[in-house]
C-alpha cells in the first residue's frame, strides 16, 4: 500500500498548544503537523486540514486530519516518519490512503466530545491534565435531568462563544451522557453532529452550576430559547475537554 | 477529627524524581512529602516513611506513608494544606489519624505492582508517560504460561537487582496476570507480599523475552532455580512501572 493522499487518526495532549490552527501567539497542533510532515518529505510544510477546529489546552484522542505528499509513501513509512519528527505529546495512531475528494470537515458526521471533572476534595496527579478539579459536591441527577433538556435539534446560541462564526447557530445534539466513577470523577459526554465555539465547554459549565444548585434543570428549556450567551453558565477550562472521536459518512454532508 | 500522628494514601507521577527516597543526585518523592508538611506546620523537614522504596521515574496511584506532626491538624486541613505544598504532580488522596505503633513497612502485608507495555507500532500521547512502548509484537499467551511459573513462594535471586540489600531474597508471588485491551496495551498485574529491588521490572522484561519468542515459559522454573540475575532477561524502564496499592494488615508482620 502506497499512496501520496492520506488520512490519518491522531491524538494530542493539549496543555503546551494554543489549539489546532496555526496561528502566530503560540504552538499549534496544525503547525507541528504541517512542520512534521514536511521534515518527511524534505519539503516546507505540507498543508493540513482536520475535521473541526480545537481550543487552546483541548486534548483529542482521535482526530481525523488529512493531507497530500509531493511522493507516494508506505503507511508503515508514513506513520513512523511522521510520529519521528513529532513531540511527545502529538501522535499519529493509524492512517489509510483518503477515498476520492476526502474532506475531513466535509465527510464528518458525527463526534463525541468529552469533559472530565474530578469532583472530590483530594486531586490527582495522573488526572490532572486531562481533568477539570471542582471540590464541591455535584448533584449528578440533577445534571443529568438537566442535560436532557439539551438533546435535539437546537439554536444553540446561548451556547456559543461570542466570536463563534458559524453560519448557523442550529445544531443537533444526539445525546449527552453523565457518567461517574468511584473515583470522584465526573464525565459530561457530548455527541452531536457538530458543535459551535465553545459549545460543550458552555454546556459542561451550565451543567456544573445546575449540579451546584444554581439553576433547576427544568430552566433549561427556557435558556436555550433566550438565544443570549449572556444568560448560560462558565466556559469551563480547556483543559478538561476532550475529542474523544469522529464518525465519518462516504462522501460530503449533503446541503 | 483532629490528631498528630496520621497515615495517609498518597499518589504520584513519577517522571520528574529519583524514586521515593530522599537522596542528594535529584529530587525525589520523600523529599517532596517531608518539605511539604514541613512548610504546613511552620518547621523544618517532617520525617515520613513508606511501605516500601519506589525506583528512579516510578509512579504511585495508592502509596501508603505515615508522619507525625508537632501540633494536632484536622483531616481536611491536613489534607489540604499539604497539597497545596507539593508540586501538581505529587498529591495526597485521603489520609486517617494513624493506630498506636503503626509503620507502614511492617504492616503492609500486600502489594500491587502494574507494568504497562504499549505494544502496537502507533505511540499513544496519553499513556506515553506511564507506559513503555514496544513495536514488536508479543505472544500473550506465552507471557501467560511463562508468568504462571512465577506464582508461589520462591527464591526469587534470579529477579534481583545486584544492589539488593533485603536479607532474603525469598517472596511470595499471590498473582502474575497478563491483561490485553483493545488499543493494544498489555499490563502485568503482580501481587504479592513483598518484592525485591527491580524485581518486577526484571519479570517483566523475562516475561517480554518469553513473548518475544527469544526463550520458552517452561525454561522459567529452571531460571528460578538458577539464582543468577545474569540468566533473566533485561530490567525494564521505570516509567512503565506503577504501585497501584498496598493492603494493611492489623499490626506488623510476625517474625
Not at 175 to 184: N, R
Not at 232 to 254: D, M, R
Request: glycine share 12%; aromatic share 8%; net charge positive.
Amino acid at each position: 500500500m502506497s499512496s501520496t493522499h492520506w488520512q490519518a487518526t491522531v491524538s494530542w495532549r493539549g496543555g503546551a498548544y494554543v489549539g489546532w490552527q496555526r496561528q502566530p501567539n503560540g504552538p499549534s497542533i496544525q503547525a507541528e503537523f504541517e512542520r512534521a510532515i514536511g521534515a518527511l518529505c524534505g519539503t516546507g510544510r505540507v498543508p493540513v486540514v482536520a475535521s473541526g477546529r480545537t481550543d487552546s489546552g483541548v486534548h483529542a484522542e482521535a482526530q481525523i486530519i488529512a493531507f497530500e505528499l509531493p511522493e507516494p509513501r508506505t503507511l508503515r513509512g508514513l506513520i513512523e516518519g511522521v510520529n519521528f519528527h513529532l513531540p511527545d505529546d502529538i501522535s499519529v495512531i493509524s492512517a489509510a490512503p483518503a477515498p476520492e475528494g476526502f474532506c475531513p470537515r466535509k465527510w464528518a458526521r458525527r463526534k463525541l466530545y468529552r469533559y472530565r471533572i474530578l469532583n472530590r476534595m483530594g486531586r490527582c496527579p495522573f488526572r490532572r491534565p486531562l481533568t477539570w478539579h471542582l471540590r464541591k459536591p455535584l448533584d449528578v441527577d440533577a445534571m443529568i435531568a438537566g442535560a436532557a433538556h439539551l438533546v435535539g435539534r437546537h439554536d444553540f446560541s446561548s451556547f456559543r462563544a461570542a466570536r463563534c462564526m458559524a453560519a448557523s447557530p442550529v445544531r443537533t445534539l444526539h445525546s449527552a451522557e453523565i457518567i461517574t466513577d468511584s473515583d470522584g470523577e465526573i464525565r459530561l459526554e457530548f455527541i452531536g453532529n457538530g458543535f459551535l465555539s465553545h459549545q460543550v465547554r458552555i454546556m459542561s459549565g451550565t451543567l456544573v452550576e445546575v449540579g451546584l444548585g444554581a439553576r433547576s434543570p427544568a430552566s433549561l428549556p427556557a435558556l436555550l430559547g433566550a438565544k443570549d450567551r449572556g444568560a448560560a453558565g462558565p466556559t469551563l477550562p480547556g483543559q478538561g475537554l476532550t475529542l474523544v472521536w469522529v464518525k465519518l459518512g462516504e462522501g460530503p454532508v449533503a446541503g
